[in-house]
């Protein structure tokens, strides 16, 4: 079972003077607290035990532990609304809900968190909203996480109970007193304890609020009366009933009221469902479990890579554009150049492909081209000019040019390969008594 931490019905959720004097962070606000049954699993244990509810009073952090929270909101920290909203899907109607509590509360709906507890038994299309102030939520919620409480579910007070279809509980105690119906709809039921002769007139008014219902159907045939044990015999039973039933769903019956002593203890005997529907901690309050903690983690990485991705494609894309620019600015000036120098072109296809034809078809006309097995032999004669006599053969392929000599002495052997370290492209090979003046293209290997 888990541990009920009741919230205080304070705006003050703060370390008190005092205690910061001390230095020990108490807080100076008691929590009410109830455990009806802890659980080993609390401890890491797979053994359970159940042993007698236990309630009490304290500061925060010396309430004992538990594998699971359940918060009591008070309440008169919540506000009650039957609203009628349209039957959409539960996000659309999430959405539709600011309009209703500006409607019924005429307060700013983003100061309000709202959570649709369910259908109402009022009429079709009507359901039952808990508006609580959006500021006291999450200081008292901050004031639990810094206690390191994380509750799983933060409920109405008015939730912890089963009631029964037809059946309307009212509570009676010396702090919030209040009137539920089945659908979750509670009232606040304010009493004068010094005269209970007649019911409360906020009881009253919500019966005849039920009986303006579709049909009066969200009248309750029955009145679960629990109140404090001082209070029971001040209640007029008589007076009560004729007062109350006469709008019953039942009429006047003689079993309508059942008033029982309020224990010390109101144990809570809600169903799970119950407890989840009621939950407030919704929306933006939602705890973070650990799948959804590392859905976010997830998430952030995504998008911390998807906005490197993005800076990445954009640097690539500005500098395709600028290479796509200067390269453009590129073919404009040699197409100027081209146009410049050759006025007669009428038309440019490949500038730079024409602009070499064009400058060799000068070359060649004016004289200036040379083929290059011309230059080698020219460069061949003056290398051998003290051994032309013992040049035995000339060859040229594939733009080598080369020449055999015979006969060499040592002093000519000598003298030719001086020559040929001065020229550029020019070799000696020497094999087996043969000389040979090797002369490629400049620039070759």
């Not at 079709?124 to 509750?151: E, F, H, T």
């Amino acid at each position: 079972m888990p541990r009920y931490i009741y919230l205080p019905d304070t705006d003050r959720f703060s370390v008190d003077d005092e205690a910061a004097d001390r230095k020990d962070g108490e807080s100076g606000v008691v929590v009410r607290w109830l455990f009806s049954g802890e659980s080993n699993k609390a401890n890491g244990s797979k053994e359970f035990n159940n042993p007698p509810a236990r309630t009490g009073q304290c500061a925060l952090s010396n309430i004992p532990r538990a594998y699971r929270t359940v918060v009591v909101v008070p309440l008169a920290r919540i506000a009650f609304i039957d609203a009628t909203l349209p039957k959409v899907s539960s996000q659309k109607r999430e959405q539709l809900l600011n309009f209703a509590i500006e409607d019924k509360l005429t307060i700013d709906p983003a100061t309000v968190h709202a959570v649709v507890l369910g259908e109402s038994a009022s009429g079709p299309q009507q359901y039952v909203v808990a508006a609580i102030d959006r500021a006291w939520l999450s200081a008292a919620l901050a004031w639990l996480g810094d206690a390191g409480i994380n509750p799983q579910l933060a409920v109405p007070e008015t939730a912890l109970h089963s009631i029964t279809n037809g059946e309307w509980l009212v509570v009676l105690n010396d702090r919030d007193s209040y009137a539920v119906r089945p659908d979750g709809l509670a009232y606040a039921i304010d009493y004068d304890a010094e005269d209970l002769s007649a019911p409360p007139f906020a009881l009253t008014l919500a019966l005849n609020e039920a009986a303006a219902s579709a049909g009066s159907r969200a009248l309750p045939a029955r009145l679960q009366i629990r109140a404090a044990a001082a209070l029971v015999n001040a209640i007029d039973q008589s007076r009560w009933t004729a007062a109350l039933s006469a709008g019953s769903a039942a009429g006047l019956t003689l079993n309508f009221l059942n008033i029982e002593p309020l224990a010390d203890m109101m144990l809570p005997d809600a169903a799970e469902r119950q407890l989840l529907a009621s939950n407030l901690l919704t929306g933006i309050f939602q705890p973070a479990s650990e799948v959804t903690a590392g859905l976010k983690q997830f998430k952030l990485a995504a998008r911390l890579a998807c906005a490197i991705l993005a800076l990445h494609v954009s640097l690539l894309s500005v500098d395709a554009w600028r290479t796509a620019r200067e390269r453009q600015t590129l073919d404009t000036e040699l197409r100027t150049i081209f146009l410049t120098s050759f006025p007669q072109a009428t038309a440019v296809v490949n500038a730079p492909l024409q602009m070499t034809r064009n400058l060799r078809q000068l070359e060649n006309e004016r004289g200036i081209a040379v083929e290059p097995v011309l230059t080698q032999l020219a460069l061949a004669a003056a290398i051998t000019r003290e051994v032309s006599p013992q040049i035995a053969s000339v060859a040229a392929k594939d733009g080598v040019l080369t020449l055999s000599l015979a006969n060499l002495s040592a002093d000519a052997l000598a003298t030719l390969r001086n020559s040929a370290l001065k020229a550029e492209g020019a070799n000696i090979l020497q094999s087996s008594g043969n000389v040979s003046l090797v002369i490629r293209p400049a620039g070759a290997p």
